[in-house]
């Protein structure tokens, strides 16, 4: 479950930090970024799943529909200058074994957990017609059990909750850094339950995809937990004409509805809900 999210660079959103709870209403006017939230959620999903140019192709670009070009997605991207978008979410992940890609079962070391991400832009060289995105800085780390209570901002209770989802412990160090070594940044993953041995330095400008969206084997349990996590991460969208109308004076609106729509998809039909991408989204966090 996503708690926070922070977003600073992608396309509007500047210096944007959200709390999000377990239900979580974003309201505002037109064409203020409100989709752009739900966006960035959407990226980050796909980046923890494939390489940053596929990632880049999926998500609505300024125009709508996406023209593959990378800059598209930085705060003004077609200006002259650095090129930036630094993401952090804060999120639960489940304390029960996720499954590997081999089928092995998986069991997190902590539970609650804070990832970072910032990407960069290099125009093409050579034969290329689009410019990549680039990897600047990764990191994942544990957010400790006593921090809990300050970072989940919305009403809950000790017993039943937080103490039933924010678990185990880990001395200081992250499960993903990354540090700047003479002009190159290093990203390195850090021993976790299964894996053993010094941690695994690669160079971040010559990453085509993440390191989270990289490991696939129980040997990282919380990587891997934390990557489950984040490609659950779904789009819901309603489409507004198969919502139940506002009840007639003295009316009753679940029967008109399911009489207006009956077979048709949304609520009181039977058939999926078509999507209708920037009118009313949602997000679900996948459980179980
Ligand atoms: N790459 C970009 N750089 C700067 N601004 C951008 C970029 N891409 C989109 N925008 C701006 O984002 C805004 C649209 O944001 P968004 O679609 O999230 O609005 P919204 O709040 O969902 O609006 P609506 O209520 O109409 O759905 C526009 O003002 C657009 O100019
Ligand atoms: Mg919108």
């Known amino acids: 479950m996503l708690t926070r999210l922070?977003?600073?660079?992608?396309?509007?959103?500047?210096?944007?930090?959200?709390?999000?709870?377990?239900?979580?209403?974003?309201?505002?006017?037109?064409?203020?970024?409100?989709?752009?939230?739900?966006?960035?959620?959407?990226?980050?999903?796909?980046?923890?799943?494939?390489?940053?140019?596929?990632?880049?192709?999926?998500?609505?670009?300024?125009?709508?529909e996406r023209h593959g070009d990378a800059r598209d997605l930085f705060w003004n991207g077609y200006d002259r200058g650095t090129h930036r978008m630094r993401f952090a979410a804060e999120t639960l992940v489940s304390p029960e074994a996720v499954e590997d890609d081999f089928g092995r079962p998986a069991v997190p070391t902590t539970s609650f957990l804070r990832y970072e991400l910032e990407l960069g832009y290099q125009p093409p060289k050579g034969a290329e017609k689009i410019g990549r995105l680039s990897l600047l800085h990764e990191s994942l780390r544990?957010?400790?059990?006593?921090?809990?209570?300050a970072r989940l901002r919305f009403p809950h209770s000790k017993a039943r909750f937080r103490d039933a989802v924010v678990t185990g412990r880990r001395s200081g160090v992250s499960y993903i850094s990354t540090t700047v070594e003479g002009t190159e940044s290093v990203i390195r993953i850090h021993q976790d339950g299964g894996s053993r041995g010094p941690p695994r330095p690669a160079a971040a400008s010559r990453a085509r995809a993440t390191v989270v969206s990289t490991v696939n084997?129980?040997?990282?349990?919380?990587?891997?937990?934390?990557?489950?996590?984040?490609?659950?991460?779904?789009?819901?969208?309603?489409?507004?004409?198969?919502?139940?109308?506002?009840?007639?004076?003295?009316?009753?609106?679940?029967r008109s509805a399911g009489r207006r729509r009956r077979g048709t998809g949304g609520p009181g039909g039977t058939g999926?809900?078509?999507?209708?991408?920037?009118?009313?989204?949602a997000w679900l966090t996948a459980e179980g």
Do not use: Y
């Open 217 to 254: 084997t129980s040997g990282d349990p919380t990587i891997l937990a934390v990557r489950r996590e984040m490609q659950s991460w779904r789009r819901l969208a309603l489409e507004p004409s198969a919502l139940p109308a506002p009840a007639a004076r003295g009316g009753h609106p679940r």
């Open 6 to 64: 922070e977003v600073d660079g992608f396309k509007n959103l500047l210096d944007l930090a959200v709390e999000l709870g377990p239900f979580t209403c974003i309201a505002g006017e037109n064409g203020t970024g409100k989709s752009n939230v739900f966006d960035a959620i959407q990226f980050l999903s796909l980046l923890a799943d494939r390489s940053l140019m596929e990632a880049a192709q999926e998500v609505r670009g300024t125009h709508g």
């Open 142 to 149: 544990h957010i400790k059990q006593g921090d809990a209570r």
């Open 272 to 281: 999926p809900v078509p999507a209708a991408p920037g009118r009313l989204t």
